[in-house]
């Protein structure tokens, strides 16, 4: 079953089976076991795309399927399930967004039909680097998920504090930033760097050089729509690489804690 869900904890209480990727533990319908799920998603049309393609792998055109039998209806299916988000982790589109992927029972231990691995069918190793993968009980995941979303709100708080101190402006056009005004501005994610943008500056700026980037390594005309939106670029000021995801997540944090005063008496709701 593949479901989209923000709390998968939670949902896993409420609705056994119905999150992520499950399997039947036994002949009866339920209970499921939790294999995996995905998560990053910035937006909830975002998370509903993926899991619209992950559930009708042979009807979506973004996963470039060479031959109509790659995904047959009778296969067994979680052997599609992990065939199509091992393509779907590898795709240029949601390769855009911060996901990050989180296995609760081994692969090595999933036994498909024919005795193939689960493992061989999804490798892990092979996924793109920028791809967050972690492995244990839901309440891991909890844990490091906190964890980094403190991180963020830390780095985008002090930073938030320290722009109010004096006027605030684009690092790229050199025009002033609004500050309350969240969703139009972006700050660099390595907390010692001072870069902050307009949003839209920085993905022209982005959208620019990977345009270029493409242009020389292949013909530029190829999948021109999709290089609309931005996948990341170096920041100007401290060279480190931005993931554009990321970016737009640290944004959203910002807006989410700060706009609402969640940082002050620390009480992250999480
Ligand atoms: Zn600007
Ligand atoms: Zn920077």
């Known amino acids: 079953m593949r479901r989209s869900t923000n709390d998968p904890k939670r949902r ?15 002949e009866s319908k339920r209970p499921w076991e939790m294999i995996l799920f995905v998560y990053g998603f910035t937006n909830h049309t975002a998370a509903l795309q993926f899991e619209w393609s992950w559930q009708n792998p042979s009807k979506t055109r973004r996963l470039h399927l060479t031959s109509d039998d790659e995904f047959r209806e009778n296969d067994d299916r979680l052997s599609t399930s992990l065939r ?30 024919k005795r193939i691995n689960a493992s061989t069918i999804l490798d892990v190793t092979n996924l793109p680097k920028k791809i967050r993968i972690t492995h244990g009980k ?3 995941f909890s844990d490091y998920h906190k964890g980094s979303i403190r991180k963020c709100v830390r780095n985008e708080y002090s930073k938030y504090l320290n722009h109010t101190k004096m006027k605030l402006f684009c690092d790229l056009c050199l025009e002033n930033i609004n500050l309350d005004d969240h969703k139009n501005y972006l700050n660099c994610l390595n907390m010692e760097c001072n870069m902050s943008s307009h949003l839209t500056c920085l993905a022209k700026k982005f959208t620019k050089s990977e345009a270029l980037e493409m242009a020389t390594l292949q013909n530029p005309y190829d999948e021109l729509d999709e290089e609309i939106l931005p996948i990341g670029g170096k920041c100007s000021s401290c060279q480190i690489i931005l993931s554009w995801g990321d970016l737009i997540q640290a944004m959203m944090i ?3 804690y700060v706009q609402n005063d969640l940082v002050i008496n620390e009480n992250f709701s999480l």
Do not use: C
Request: aromatic share 6%; glycine share 4%.
């Open 12 to 26: 896993l209480r409420q609705h056994n089976g119905e999150i992520a990727l499950g399997a039947k533990k036994t």
């Open 254 to 256: 910002r807006e989410k």
């Open 138 to 140: 839901v309440e891991e």
């Open 84 to 113: 199509a988000i091992s393509k779907m982790l590898r795709d240029k589109f949601w390769s855009r967004w911060p996901l990050h992927l989180h296995i609760m029972v081994p692969l090595k231990l999933i036994t498909l039909q």
